[in-house]
């Protein structure tokens, strides 16, 4: 059975966390972490995010964000 649907509105707090298959490492040297970093970055000047914190650890990383613009999928498919 899939998990129910996620409610989004513009102005919404969320906690991502994106990991790696079996907790494998998806960031291994630091310019890919600065890759998802950029990325992130994109996605806040285009969809009008609000970023509050975030963090890159090697097999996943969180964002602390407010969704101004764009619902949370879109901004999550930008990434």
């Known amino acids: 059975m899939g998990r129910r649907l996620r409610v ?4 919404a707090m969320y906690h991502v966390i994106q990991r790696g298959n ?4 998806i960031f291994g040297r ?4 600065d ?11 285009i969809d009008g995010v609000t970023m509050f914190a975030y963090v890159v650890m090697s097999n996943h990383y969180h ?3 407010r969704t ?3 619902f949370l999928s879109k901004v999550m498919h930008r990434i």
């Open 22 to 25: 079996n907790w494998e490492f």
């Open 30 to 33: 630091p310019d890919e972490r």
């Open 68 to 70: 101004d613009g764009e």
């Open 63 to 65: 964002l602390l964000l």
């Open 8 to 11: 989004e509105f513009r102005g």
């Open 35 to 45: 890759f998802i970093i950029k990325q992130v970055g994109n996605s806040i000047e």
